[in-house]
C-alpha cells in the first residue's frame, strides 16, 4: 500500500481525503462504535472458530487500510457496527443475568466445586501432577489443575472474587444498563445531527455574523449564476479543477478543467497559469480562457491551495521552483502568516487575483485581468480575461481539430498552436502508483527528492 502522504504524486497528495485518519476522524464517523467495537473484537478472539475468524480478519484489514487514507473509513463502517453488537449483545445478557440470579446458591456450587477439584488434584499422582505443571496448553476457567500454577493462582483470585462480589454485580449491572442507555441517546441524535449536515447543500450554509446576526452565505452560487447570466454562452473559465463541475452544471459554462483529474499534466498546466508571474501568466491564459474564477475567502480557498498547486504544476513544468525544492516551500507564507507571503508567492497571479485591491500595496493590472465580480461576503472573485486571442479560441472549439478514437465517442480537444511552445516544456509526469510504466532516470530522481523532503518536513 502506497503511504498516503507520499505516493509521489502531488496531485494525489493535494486532496485532504487521502491523508491519514486521525482520532477525530475515527469518532467523527463512528462514534461510540469506537470504544464499544473493541470490546467485540476481544469477545470474538477469545471464542475463536470460522465466524469469528472471518470477522477478525475483516476488522483488522479495514482498520488497517483507513488508517492510510481517511476516506476508507467507510470500510470500517459494517465491521464496527458488527463489534458494537456484539459488545451490546454480550453487554445486555449480562445484565439479564444479574437480575435472576441466586447469589446464595451461586456461592455454595462454586465453593463445592472448588472442594471437588482440590479433592481430585490431590488424588492425582506425582508424575501426573508434573506433566501438568510442565504443559502449556490452558483449558476453560475452574480447571485449575490444567494450568500453570501462575495462571491457576490468578484464575482462582478472580473467581473467588468475582463470586465474593455477590449482589454488588447488581449494582455494576445498573450502572452498565445507565451507561448503555446514555450511549444510545447520544448516538441517536449524533446520527441526526450527521444527517441533516451531511444533507446540507455544499453551496450554501448558515453562518453568524460578528454582529451576532445568523445568515445564508450563497456567494458560490450567486458567481455561478452570474457567470451564467452575464457572459456569453462559448465563455472558458479558468478556475482550480475542484470548481469544475459545479462550474459546468450550475453555470453552464465551459471549464477548464473539473474533477476527472486523470490528465496530470493538463492540471499541471492550469496550476502553471496560476502561480506564474501576472504577465506570463496572461501570455498564457489569453489562449485558455475568457475568464478566471478565484475562491477568495475562508480556511480552503484558493490562496491556501495555492502551496499544492505550484507543487503540482513543479511536478511537470521543472523550474517553476528551484531545483533543490520539489516540496514548493518557496511558494507559500512566511512562518504560515497568511499576511507575509513569500516573494514567489506575492508575484503570483492567483496571489494577485485573491488579494488585489484588499491587501496593502497588491493590484491587479486592469489592462490584463479585470476585475467583474466580487460577491457579497468576498468569497469568490471572476475576472475577465483582456485582450483575449479570438484566433486560438475559434481553433480550439473547431471540431475538426478534435482527436478522436475509431468509435468517436471519446474525442479530446488540443491546446492551439499558439499555446504549444509553454506546453512543449512539460516532462509526461511518471506516477509513482503507475507499476505499469517503466520510469526514467529524471521521473526516479525527482520521486527521491520528493521523499526526501517530505521525510524531513513531516
Known amino acids: ?66 488508517a492510510k487514507m481517511v476516506r476508507l473509513i467507510i470500510l470500517l463502517g459494517p465491521i464496527a457496527s458488527c463489534l458494537t453488537a456484539i459488545s451490546l449483545v454480550w453487554a445486555n445478557n449480562y445484565i439479564v443475568d444479574q437480575q435472576f440470579i ?44 490444567e494450568m500453570s500454577p501462575e495462571i491457576a493462582e490468578l484464575n482462582k483470585n478472580f473467581n473467588d472474587f468475582y463470586v465474593g462480589l455477590g449482589p454488588v454485580r447488581k449494582l455494576l449491572a445498573g450502572f452498565l444498563l445507565l451507561f448503555l442507555v446514555r450511549v444510545m441517546f447520544g448516538f441517536y441524535q449524533y446520527a441526526h445531527f450527521m444527517a441533516e449536515r451531511s444533507s446540507h447543500p455544499s453551496l450554501m450554509f448558515k453562518a453568524t455574523l460578528k454582529g451576532g446576526e445568523v445568515t445564508i452565505i450563497d456567494d458560490y452560487r450567486e458567481a455561478y449564476w452570474w457567470l451564467r447570466d452575464n457572459t456569453p454562452e462559448d465563455s472558458r473559465v479558468m478556475a482550480w479543477w475542484d470548481y469544475g463541475y459545479q462550474i459546468s452544471g450550475i453555470a453552464k459554462r465551459i471549464t477548464i478543467a473539473d474533477g476527472n483529474t486523470w490528465n496530470h499534466e493538463h492540471i499541471a498546466t492550469l496550476g502553471r497559469c496560476l502561480v506564474s508571474p ?19 475567502g475562508g480556511g480552503g480557498d484558493d490562496l491556501a491551495k495555492s502551496p499544492h498547486i505550484a507543487r503540482i504544476s513543479n511536478s511537470v513544468y521543472p523550474g517553476i521552483c528551484p531545483e533543490d525544492d520539489p516540496l514548493c516551500r518557496t511558494f507559500g507564507f512566511e512562518k504560515n502568516d497568511r499576511s507575509k507571503p513569500t516573494p514567489m508567492m506575492r508575484d503570483s497571479l492567483i496571489y494577485k487575483l485573491h488579494s488585489g485591491g484588499q491587501q496593502e500595496g497588491v493590484l491587479v493590472n486592469q489592462k490584463l485581468f479585470k476585475e467583474v465580480f466580487t460577491s457579497e461576503h468576498n468569497l469568490v472573485r471572476i475576472y475577465k480575461v483582456q485582450g483575449i486571442d479570438e484566433e486560438s479560441k475559434d481553433w480550439a472549439m473547431d471540431e475538426n481539430n478534435y482527436i478522436c478514437d475509431d468509435s468517436e465517442w471519446l474525442c479530446r480537444g488540443q491546446y492551439p498552436p499558439k499555446m504549444r511552445p509553454f506546453v512543449q516544456e512539460a516532462i509526461s ?22 521523499h526526501a523532503a517530505f521525510s524531513k518536513g513531516h
Open 278 to 296: 501576472e504577465e506570463k501568466a496572461h501570455d498564457m491564459i489569453k489562449h485558455l480562457a475568457d475568464y478566471v474564477l478565484i475562491w477568495t
Open 102 to 145: 441466586d447469589y446464595e446458591a451461586e456461592k455454595r456450587e462454586y465453593e463445592e466445586k472448588k472442594k471437588e477439584e482440590m479433592e481430585a488434584s490431590k488424588k492425582k499422582s506425582a508424575s501426573a501432577q508434573k506433566k501438568i505443571k510442565k504443559s502449556k496448553k490452558t483449558v476453560q476457567k475452574g480447571n485449575y489443575e
Open 1 to 66: 500500500f502506497v503511504p498516503h502522504t507520499r505516493t509521489g504524486n502531488p496531485l494525489v497528495d493535494s486532496v485532504a481525503e487521502h491523508k491519514a485518519a486521525s482520532p477525530r476522524a475515527y469518532y467523527q464517523y463512528l462514534q461510540c462504535c469506537c470504544y464499544l467495537s473493541p470490546f467485540g473484537f476481544g469477545k470474538l478472539s477469545a471464542h475463536a472458530n470460522d465466524q469469528s475468524i472471518f470477522l477478525i480478519l475483516y476488522a483488522v484489514t479495514s482498520y488497517y487500510f483507513s
Open 429 to 450: 509526469f511518471a506516477q509513482l502508483e503507475d507499476f505499469n510504466t517503466k520510469k526514467g532516470k529524471e521521473a526516479e530522481e525527482y520521486q527521491k527528492k520528493y
